[in-house]
């Protein structure tokens, strides 16, 4: 590094509010992405992208799963809903867990590691978060039909919580293991 180069980074570093800015940018990137992602993702509600996405990727899946476990259930995708002989689960915006990947997507786009890591820790993400969703829809599937009174709980509370808490444990395992990767190899990869 030249002398010139060394002034300049001296002066970025020692600057007042450097360290504040550099806390700073990872929140501010995961705001804006998730707004950005946020707004196309209604900007698609009602579509039929947004129908595709729900009937075939989370509750066909889930039908399927219910008549697996208990095939006298016949459980069958009716619009937005799954229907069977015991329940009529129906599904709202959000709770087929779009929003699980979303923040997901917005929290590994934002943090400052590489593309390879980034795409790594997204293929692993989505699925963990597709399952969350699924595994989401088939407990309350079950209570509604056996123990409707404990459905509201579960669906209002218990249900949203903790996929969202699995999600959050896995960025921040997935993250520690990005700077421990990124510092090993002086760089982000």
């Known amino acids: ?18 360290p504040l800015l550099r806390a ?9 992405l998730f ?15 947004e129908t595709a996405w729900v009937q ?8 399927a799963l219910i008549n697996a476990l208990e095939p006298g259930e016949h459980a069958v995708v009716a619009g937005r809903a799954i229907a069977s ?7 709202t915006r959000g709770c087929e867990g779009t929003e699980l990947l979303l923040l997901l997507f917005g929290a590994i786009l934002a943090y400052p590691a590489g593309l390879l890591i ?9 699925a963990l978060a597709y399952g969350l969703g699924i595994a989401r829809l088939l407990a309350l599937h079950y209570p509604l039909s056996s123990a409707p009174h404990a459905w509201e ?7 949203p919580a903790l996929p969202l808490a699995l999600i959050a444990l896995y ?13 090993a190899h002086g760089g982000a990869r």
């Open 1 to 18: 590094m030249d002398a010139r180069a060394r002034k300049v980074h001296r002066t970025q570093a020692t600057a007042p509010g450097a």
């Open 24 to 32: 700073a940018a990872f929140p501010i990137r995961f705001f804006v």
């Open 35 to 49: 707004a950005v992602l946020a707004c196309a993702s209604e900007a698609v509600r009602g579509g039929p992208g």
């Open 56 to 63: 075939h990727l989370f509750l066909q899946p889930t039908a």
């Open 85 to 91: 002989q015991t329940s009529m689960l129906r599904v």
């Open 118 to 126: 980034k795409t790594r820790g997204l293929i692993a993400g989505v």
């Open 153 to 159: 709980a579960l669906h209002g509370l218990v249900l």
């Open 171 to 183: 960025f921040m395992s997935w993250s520690a293991a990005a700077a421990a990767t990124t510092g």
